[in-house]
């Protein structure tokens, strides 16, 4: 079975610019979450979506947006791009929405502001 | 709110040599507990976690966790590292009731010196 995969893998934007990043979950998986990792901060939260509705949010501005489809891909938009916001960004998987469901990770896309 | 520290931010250690990764954890509810491990430019893997039952948890690969309620506490251990074990681990908490957000501490990169 194909894991997660993510893309782009890498991808450099310039203040201001604004960003989409997909995610495509393992075959079967509903559930999708998003994370960010930096050096700074560690990995953040950012978002979980089940079956095309958000179930959990982190504590990111609105410029942070995502949905998902009904085939369970997801994608995750930001706008307005911030030099902070370079950072990994890393999607997880998992059956079902409750934590006992063990999340399964992609590779992430690195993303560089300018 | 649920928060993981993790003291140690490096940990060198001799090959075939025994390890142990502190992890401190904080929150007003009762837990699930994870242990992710993240190899050079690769994404998460999920090495252990603690739903319920037995608090000694174990991995396929020689690692160990007790959940130790009194002192919150889910620190992990292996007897002997191999340089293959040479890698960033990261402590993560979830709520139970709580989807998938997981709360990550910031990390131990783990060094083997042969």
């Known amino acids: 079975k194909a894991g997660v995969t993510q893309t782009p893998r890498y991808l450099i934007k310039t203040r201001g610019q604004q960003v989409t990043l997909s995610c495509s979950p393992i075959?079967?998986?509903?559930?999708v979450s998003w994370y960010q990792q930096t050096p700074g901060q560690g990995l953040q939260f950012l978002f979980e979506?089940?079956?095309?509705?958000?179930?959990n949010k982190g504590n990111f501005p609105g410029r942070f947006s995502g949905r998902q489809f009904s085939n369970s891909r997801s994608e995750m938009n930001v706008s307005t791009l911030e030099l902070g916001d370079s950072a990994l960004y890393l999607c997880?998987?998992?059956?079902?929405?409750?934590?006992?469901?063990?999340?399964?990770f992609g590779p992430g896309t690195r993303l560089l502001v300018l | 709110a649920q928060s993981v520290t993790q003291l140690d931010s490096q940990v060198p250690v001799f090959e075939e040599a025994p390890v142990e990764l502190r992890c401190n954890y904080s929150?007003?509810?009762?837990?699930?507990l994870f242990w992710y491990v993240q190899y050079p430019n690769q994404g998460l893997q999920l090495l252990l976690k603690?739903?319920?039952?037995?608090?000694l948890v174990k991995s396929i690969n020689g690692f160990e966790a007790e959940f130790n309620k009194s002192q919150t506490s889910f620190h992990l251990r292996k007897p002997s590292v191999h340089i293959s074990d040479t890698a960033e681990y990261f402590c993560?908490?979830?709520?139970?009731?709580?989807?998938?957000?997981?709360?990550f501490g910031t990390g131990t990169k783990l060094q083997v010196i042969p």
């Open positions: 603690y739903l319920s039952g037995s608090t």
């Open positions: 993560a908490v979830s709520s139970f009731g709580g989807y998938q957000k997981v709360t």
């Open positions: 997880a998987s998992s059956l079902a929405e409750a934590i006992q469901e063990t999340q399964y």
């Open positions: 929150s007003s509810v009762s837990v699930y």
């Open positions: 979506y089940f079956s095309e509705t958000q179930r």
């Open positions: 075959s079967g998986h509903r559930s």
